[in-house]
């Protein structure tokens, strides 16, 4: 009984987060500055990215933001001390994939599309892959949401995507 309120509580409390960030957006979407949608992104990366990861069952979650000519990343669930992805991130690969074609992508394995690129030393191992665009006012991918679990947990859903 405490263990279901407990994740009631912390559902409404993520709820209540997503409704606030949705009504943010699209007071700023109504207003096409994608200067203005960079910063809410980076103000909001903090928590969307730990808590979406964890409402998904994703063991790692990034997101990435193009800022100008510069891009962004934060991650949760891979230790960069451990991991080169301290080095700046480039477009190849999935990564780039989705904010080239804006479309999402949802796989059970790296090795199920063709653009996947080798990952950096460090890495740890990644299974199926949740990778989902944001868009601008003016239908610019400005960033993503890329969530992943661990080889051999279940591929992530429509439902997930959506």
């Not at 730990?50 to 933001?65: K, M, R, T, V, W």
């Not at 800022?67 to 480039?90: A, H, L, S, W």
Request: include cysteine; aromatic fraction near 8%.
């Amino acid at each position: 009984m405490v263990f279901a309120y407990f994740l009631y509580r912390e559902f409404k409390k993520l709820v209540a987060q997503i409704s606030l960030h949705k009504r943010h957006q699209k007071m700023l979407l109504k207003s096409g500055d994608i200067q203005k949608i960079r910063e809410s992104l980076g103000e909001y990366v903090h928590e969307v990215i730990p808590n979406a990861s964890q409402y998904l069952c994703a063991d790692y979650g990034e997101i990435l933001i193009k800022d100008g000519g510069k891009i962004k990343v934060y991650y949760y669930g891979v230790n960069v001390n451990n991991c080169k992805v301290k080095k700046v991130p480039t477009l190849r690969g999935i990564k780039g994939k989705i904010l080239r074609t804006g479309e999402p992508i949802r796989i059970s394995s790296r090795s199920e599309d063709p653009d996947s690129v080798a990952l950096p030393e460090g890495h740890p191992p990644l299974g199926p892959l949740l990778g989902v665009p944001i868009f601008s006012g003016d239908g610019e991918a400005i960033a993503h949401i890329l969530l992943a679990r661990r080889p051999g947990k279940k591929p992530f859903t429509e439902e997930d995507q959506e």
